[in-house]
């Protein structure tokens, strides 16, 4: 049962889409039965019979160079099959790990050279040097500790403002300044006309802490070779299966794509960090070719922590003018954003491409300009993240507006009410066309939800115990993409039997049971004969992959699109079978029914008209959902925090969402992606950060005894109300729910605890919002009094 209620409102803006049924909206996922008792298939399940077990020898410096590795004892350790360099990789004459991403022709990117192997320096701790496969994990991990690098040590820089000041260490010759690149939108010139003609300037500098996914699942690759036929086939924990194996194919290997394919099987959680292309994946995939073996490697988890890419690390300035009654004019954004070491495969999407559209989030901001530069430091690479730059636009504009109503002596509520978007659509300073929403009366149904007009009552009690409460109101605006384009493909079988593959995938969103349940519906055949098949470039073809919260937009597109040929294909058939007419042939109920003039009625179930067909023939249906726009999830919440002055711990007391995700198709499952991205939010706020110490390069927060992640006692229960206004963009009318709630919930807190922390002097205070940090701000505070 979803918490709060679930409201359907209408927008004037489009004709809402047909339905899924009531009874069917929130229906338990059916593949939480085998996750549950146990009969998951996740990748270290199934080690192929004969494989050898890899591990990884990772630089132990931020910075160096290799002068020499000596691998002699290590190879002649029991049960070692091979020791692999940087050198052999080299000597194979394979490529390095591709960026194919494009900022545009006016924002040229640097993409140094990134070998899976390190043969002449490593950048990072973690950086990988040597390869060994042997017959057992504890052989391969045993020999390790035989392996000899001697390494010339030099200094180290991991922090981006003295990343681009003048003197300091450089990570790459071709990027002087440590600059990868620098990316402008918006219109400058407005922007500072604006400002300066403006009655109110608030700027604030923002930290966006550098985090790290800690998916449950670590990291893991199985690497086959058939000699027979030419062709690898790589087996991961991971997401977007084409682009890996196109990365692999074009930027590594330099074969056709025919020549790989990438399959995933059960994935225990990847929020982005397992979307990209890793060393470790071209490492098993050569290894097993120069062996003639499957050869297996599973991350431990201080690798992941480590050599996993990380997410955010943002440092902004951030400039809003208004008038002066409180209306917004212009917002000046200018970002250092950390790449890392390396350009991982999407990484300088997060803070450019992703993040301008969501720029100024819900509200009415005439002019807008924003100035990016990707820094190169010695970290761990990053790339995308649960909601990959719409948490740091959102965040920025959230801080800006709760700041200027403190300067103003404005209530924050009423000065977003004056500020947020009222007519529909609306066409955004930075192009973005945002075709329906409600956000005024979403703010006014989350305030009433989380009993704002209670909360002076809730503080004073708070106060009388010594505890100082604050209560945080956040508005959040998603951009759900479109691009690349979708595609699913539909067949019957004789036996009755469906198949439905589609080109975009689960990591525990429940696409086997949302996804099915919208074919089946629209089939009219019961869910169960439907079986999903996804993350597997065998008999998938084409397919963009989940990201972006794109899978409900786009993929549930395609399969709307399949659904239909299928149909439209069946009735062909089945009047070509009964000499009927087309025009007698109509389609109910999932089976097609031809209605001659003067004779009975007759009904023929797809699977009938399956097995009537030829052998060279199938019944199938095939969905390319071609689009370009963009969805935009919207919404509002409101958090209620407590204070303890003398420790700085905060307690989070209450969560409220009041969101507009389109046309749901299943709530429960719409609910728990919200929870998931909450928490994540709120660990970004309250306690997650990936640290390094900056002139040596050393991570500070490598296992789970330094990286702080939420847990179920820190979360209270969370109240949710869903307002249905569905989108034209895509034959669903749903916006998307992945990302949301991580995008939402790290201002909502930091405002909550600004808010209780307001009286006693403390007006700012970066993520996370750790007890050390909250009770150094409150002392610093009090000494300036």
């Not at 300044?177 to 918006?186: C, D, E, I, S, V």
């Not at 923002?206 to 058939?226: F, Q």
Request: include cysteine; aromatic fraction near 6%.
């Amino acid at each position: 049962m979803v918490e709060g209620r679930i409201a359907s409102v209408h927008s004037p803006c489009v004709s809402p889409p047909a339905a899924i049924p009531a009874d069917h909206r929130s229906e338990r996922r059916r593949e939480d039965e085998r996750f549950l008792t146990g009969q998951g298939r996740y990748l270290d399940d199934d080690p192929p019979e004969g494989c050898l077990f890899a591990a990884v020898l990772r630089s132990p410096h931020g910075h160096a160079r290799i002068l020499s590795v000596d691998v002699a004892a290590a190879t002649e350790s029991p049960g070692v099959r091979a020791v692999l360099t940087g050198e052999h990789w080299a000597a194979d004459g394979l490529g390095a790990l591709p960026c194919f991403m494009s900022l545009g022709p006016d924002a040229p990117l640097v993409v140094p050279p990134r070998p899976p192997l390190g043969y002449e320096r490593v950048r990072h701790v973690g950086d990988p040097v040597a390869l060994v496969v042997a017959e057992s994990r504890q052989a391969a991990q045993d020999a390790l500790e035989l392996i000899v690098v001697d390494y010339e040590v030099e200094p180290a820089v991991t922090d981006m403002r003295r990343a681009v000041a003048e003197g300091a260490p450089q990570v790459w010759p071709e990027a002087p300044g440590n600059q990868a690149f620098r990316y402008r939108r918006g219109d400058p010139d407005s922007a500072a006309a604006a400002m300066a003609g403006a009655a109110h300037v608030v700027e604030l500098e923002l930290v966006n802490n550098r985090i790290a996914a800690a998916a449950l699942e670590p990291r893991g690759a199985t690497g086959s070779w058939d000699a027979s036929s030419g062709r690898w086939l790589l087996r991961i924990s991971g997401a977007s299966v084409h682009q890996i194996r196109r990365e692999l194919a074009e930027g590594v290997f330099r074969v056709p794509l025919a020549a790989i394919d990438v399959v995933c099987p059960d994935v225990g959680g990847g929020f982005g960090m397992k979307n990209v292309t890793y060393p470790e994946y071209a490492l098993v995939l050569w290894a097993a070719k120069r062996l003639g073996a499957p050869v297996h490697w599973t991350a431990e988890r201080i690798e992941d922590f480590t050599a996993g890419v990380h997410a955010r690390d943002n440092l902004t300035t951030a400039r809003l003018g208004l008038d002066a009654e409180g209306r917004f004019l212009a917002l000046q954004v200018e970002t250092l954003v950390n790449l890392g070491a390396y350009v991982s495969s999407l990484g300088p999407g997060p803070a450019t491409t992703a993040a301008t559209p969501a720029m100024g989030g819900l509200y009415d901001i005439p002019a807008v300009s924003m100035d990016v530069r990707g820094v190169f430091t010695n970290t761990a690479p990053v790339d995308a993240y649960r909601g990959a730059g719409k948490p740091e636009a959102n965040f920025l504009i959230e801080r800006l507006v709760d700041l200027a109503a403190a300067r103003l002596g404005l209530d924050a509520v009423e000065l977003r009410r004056r500020n947020l978007m009222r007519s529909f659509p609306h066409r955004n300073a930075m192009g973005a066309v945002i075709d329906c929403g409600a956000p005024l009366a979403n703010l006014d149904r989350a305030l009433l939800a989380a009993d704002h007009a209670g909360f002076p009552a809730r503080r004073s009690a708070s106060e009388a115990q010594g505890r100082l409460r604050g209560l945080g109101v956040g508005c959040f605006l998603e951009t759900s993409r479109g691009q690349p384009n979708e595609e699913a493909w539909l067949r019957v079988r004789s036996d009755g039997s469906m198949e439905l593959a589609i080109g975009t995938q689960s990591n525990g969103q429940g696409h086997e049971t949302s996804f099915v349940r919208l074919a089946a519906d629209r089939l009219g055949v019961p869910a169960e004969t439907l079986r999903l098949v996804q993350g597997d470039t065998r008999v998938v073809p084409r397919g963009g992959g989940h990201g972006g919260a794109r899978s409900l937009h786009m993929g549930g597109g395609a399969i709307v699109l399949a659904v239909e040929d299928l149909v439209a294909k069946a009735r062909e058939h089945a009047a070509r079978l009964t000499q009927a007419a087309p025009a007698d042939v109509s389609f109910e109920g999932g089976a097609c029914v031809i209605r001659s003039h003067g004779g009975p009625e007759r009904r023929m179930e797809l699977a009938e008209i399956a097995a009537a067909l030829a052998p060279e023939e199938a019944l199938e249906g095939h969905g390319h959902h071609l689009c370009d726009a963009y969805t935009f999830p919207n919404g509002c919440h409101v958090a209620e925090v407590e204070v303890d002055p003398e420790t700085g711990a905060v307690a989070l007391l209450s969560y409220v969402a009041v969101d507009d995700y389109g046309r749901l198709v299943n709530p429960l499952l719409t609910e728990g992606q919200l929870h998931g991205g909450v928490a994540q939010g709120v660990g970004q706020a309250l306690m997650e950060e990936a640290r390094y110490e900056d002139e040596t390069g050393q991570m500070l927060a490598a296992t789970f005894m330094d990286y702080q992640a939420p847990r179920a006692a820190d979360l209270p229960p969370f109240a949710v109300t869903f307002v249905e206004i569905p989108t034209n963009a895509n034959p669903i009318g749903a916006k998307g729910v992945g990302q949301a709630g991580a995008i939402a919930a790290p201002h909502t807190v930091i405002n909550a605890v600004l808010d209780a922390l307001r009286p006693l002097g403390v007006t700012h205070l970066d993520m996370p919002a750790t007890p050390e940090r909250v009770w150094s701000a409150i002392r610093r505070a009090k000494s300036h009094a």
